[in-house]
C-alpha cells in the first residue's frame, strides 16, 4: 500500500489590522500638506535637543497650514510671509487673503487632526516623535491631547521613544532681558531663556516701533552669553518681558500686511509655548 507523500500545508496569510487607528493612508493619497509635515519629520527621531525638536515640528507645521490657508505662497503674498513650501500646490489663490494670516484655527485644526491620524495608523520612530512634539505645541488643549493619546498608544507597541521625549515636556521658563534702542533704532530686543534638564536655551524676539510695536524678527538659541554680549541688557520682570512678546506677536497676525522675516512665523508655536506657560 502506498503512502502519499506528506506535505505542509500553506500558512494561512493573515491581514494586519492597526485596531488603534484610523486605517493607513499611502503616502501618494496624501494631501500635500500633510505630506510635508510628515517628510520634513524624518529626522525628529535622531535629534537630541528637544528645542530643536520644538523648532522643526513648529516650522513645518506652520509652513503647511499656510500652504492650505487662501494666501498664495509666492509672489503675491506679503514680503516676509514667503515661506519655504518642498511639495507641489493645487492650483492656489491667486489674490491674498489677510484674514488668513491670523492663524485662528481655520486652516490649523484640519491639518493638525489630518497629521495626527495617519501618524497614529503609521507606527514609527517618525511617527512616535511628530506625535510627542506636536502634543506639547498644539495650542488646542483637545486636539494636544489626542497627540498624547496616540503617541503613548504608540509606545506601547514597542515603537522606540526619541530621546528628548521626557526633556521636552519639563520647559520651564527662566530670566529675561530686555535691550532698549528705541532712540537709534526703533527696536526693542526682548530675550527670555528657558530651561530643559541640562540644557539653557533662549529666544529673542526684535519688536519694531517704527512699525507699531510688532515682532519684526526672531531667532532661538543656546549661545545665550554670545547673544548678550552683543546687545546692552538689562534684567527685566519675566511677567513684562512675556507680555510684550505676546503683544509683538499679536500684532503681526492684526497686520499681516506689514513684511516681517519669515523665522517670525516659524517660531510661532515654539514662542506661543513659551507664552502659555510663561508667568503671565
Known amino acids: 500500500m502506498s503512502r502519499k507523500p506528506r506535505g505542509r500545508k500553506p500558512a494561512a496569510r493573515r491581514t494586519m489590522v492597526n485596531a488603534a487607528g484610523p486605517a493607513r493612508t499611502s503616502a501618494s493619497a496624501l494631501r500635500p500638506e500633510v505630506r510635508h509635515v510628515i517628510e520634513q519629520a524624518r529626522d525628529l ?5 528637544p528645542m530643536d525638536a520644538e523648532m522643526l515640528t513648529g516650522r513645518a507645521l506652520t509652513e503647511a497650514a499656510l500652504s492650505v490657508s487662501s494666501t498664495p505662497m509666492h509672489a503675491s503674498l506679503p514680503p516676509g510671509m514667503a515661506l519655504t513650501f518642498s511639495g507641489p500646490l493645487s492650483d492656489p489663490p491667486t489674490s491674498p487673503d489677510p484674514s488668513a494670516l491670523t492663524f485662528d484655527g481655520s486652516t490649523e485644526h484640519a491639518l493638525w487632526s489630518a497629521v495626527i491620524d495617519h501618524a497614529a495608523a503609521t507606527p514609527s520612530r517618525r511617527s512616535l516623535a511628530l506625535l510627542r512634539a ?37 520647559l520651564e521658563p527662566a530670566e529675561c ?44 538659541t543656546a549661545k545665550l552669553d554670545e547673544l548678550r554680549a552683543r546687545f546692552s541688557f538689562v534684567p527685566a520682570p519675566p511677567a513684562e518681558a512675556y507680555r510684550l512678546v505676546a503683544e509683538a506677536y499679536r500684532l503681526v497676525y492684526a497686520h499681516p500686511e506689514l513684511p516681517v522675516d519669515p523665522d517670525v512665523h516659524r517660531l510661532r508655536m515654539l514662542v506661543h509655548r513659551r507664552i502659555r506657560q510663561g508667568p503671565l
Open 134 to 170: 506636536m502634543a506639547v505645541l498644539v495650542s488646542d488643549a483637545p486636539t494636544a491631547a489626542q497627540a498624547a493619546t496616540q503617541a503613548d498608544v504608540l509606545a506601547a507597541s514597542d515603537v522606540p521613544e526619541p530621546p528628548w521625549t521626557r526633556a521636552i515636556l519639563d
Open 45 to 49: 527621531p535622531q535629534l537630541a535637543d
Open 177 to 220: 532681558w530686555i535691550a532698549d534702542d528705541q532712540a537709534h533704532s526703533g527696536f526693542v530686543t526682548v530675550v527670555c531663556a528657558h530651561r530643559y534638564p541640562g540644557r539653557r536655551h533662549a529666544i529673542a524676539v526684535f519688536i519694531d516701533h517704527m512699525m507699531g510695536g510688532l515682532a519684526k524678527n526672531a531667532f532661538a
